[in-house]
């Protein structure tokens, strides 16, 4: 990866790492459902208006079903599974299960677009499931179904970025990373919308405050991430494109102890150093790859 691709995945970490926080402060209080769907909802309005100022072409009638699949797989079920999860569990913890994303990604690379499943790769997926295992049993969790069913959750979110990672790779390469931001958005909130029967909006939390927060996590953690996120698939591939989440459990910590206050407990810290270390081991190239790369750049 190049110096733009690096300082990329820097600020999509922190971004990324805010939006845990803005997770946990606004699920309760609007309602999970609600606060996942107007994130998307207000993050693809205001694309949209963005591609009707400059006339872009966002090529809709050819690729709507490609938005509305990554819609769904990259943004409405894993916003909308954290968001419930973030009633019980820490923000800081949600970022570390989301470290698994690229754990997943390989996975299904292995599955769908022929990418060796090496041993190191099994190790660090081993790992994965130790570091969730020890933050689950250590992290003085209240033992209820309700926390067995975030962590659930936890575990099925990083799953969805990682499906939506090899779909874009392998149907939607040709998509303009834009659009894919913009259209994915706006349909993965339409998508989710019929849950909000089942989760209601809270009208009666919308304080001034409150608007101007959805909007900021909106246009900041959708709308301008998304964009970043998606040109990060183009050039580097989602694999690398993932690995964004080695950084985002640090600034969600970072976020967390700064603005709300949660306190990094040793079992989190030390389910991160688990699920980190197998995120490495999944993600880095063989060496023999990498002397080759070596030795045609000398």
Same mark, same amino acid.
């Given at each position: &990866? ?27 209080? *609007? ?8 994130? &998307? ?54 970022? *570390? ?70 779909? *874009? ?23 989710? &919308? ?33 964009? *970043? ?70």
């Amino acid at each position: &990866m190049g110096i733009t691709d690096v300082l990329l995945l820097l600020g999509l970490s922190a971004i990324w790492g805010s939006s845990f926080i803005f997770i946990r402060y606004l699920a309760p209080l *609007i309602g999970p459902v609600a606060a996942a769907d107007l994130r &998307m909802l207000l993050a693809g309005a205001a694309l949209l208006l963005f591609f009707l100022a400059f006339r872009f072409t966002s090529d809709w009638r050819k690729n709507w079903r490609h938005f509305l699949v990554i819609g769904v797989l990259n943004s409405a079920a894993p916003f909308a599974l954290y968001s419930i999860a973030a009633l019980y569990l820490p923000a800081a913890m949600e970022a *570390i299960f989301n470290a698994m994303s690229p754990m997943f990604g390989a996975l299904f690379a292995a599955l769908w677009l022929a990418e060796k499943l090496t041993p190191s790769k099994i190790a660090g997926l081993v790992l994965g499931v130790a570091g969730v295992a020890v933050m689950s049993s250590l992290g003085n969790l209240p033992a209820s179904l309700e926390t067995s069913l975030a962590i659930l959750a936890c575990l099925l979110a990083p799953m969805c970025y990682g499906l939506a990672g090899v779909y *874009i790779k392998k149907r939607a390469g040709s998509a303009k990373p834009l659009a894919i931001a913009g259209g994915s958005q706006l349909l993965g909130g339409l998508a989710l &919308m019929p849950f909000l029967l089942v989760s209601p909006l809270r009208v009666s939390a919308l304080s001034a405050q409150v608007v101007l927060l959805v909007v900021a996590f909106a246009l900041l953690c959708s709308a301008l991430a998304y964009v *970043i996120y998606y040109k990060l698939i183009a050039d580097v591939g989602p694999t690398r494109a993932l690995t964004v989440t080695f950084l985002i459990p640090v600034f969600a910590m970072l976020w967390g102890a700064l603005l709300i206050g949660e306190p990094v407990t040793l079992s989190m810290a030390a389910g991160a150093l688990i699920i980190l270390a197998g995120t490495f081991l999944v993600t880095a190239p063989r060496r023999k790859s990498a002397l080759r790369i070596a030795g045609r750049r000398l």
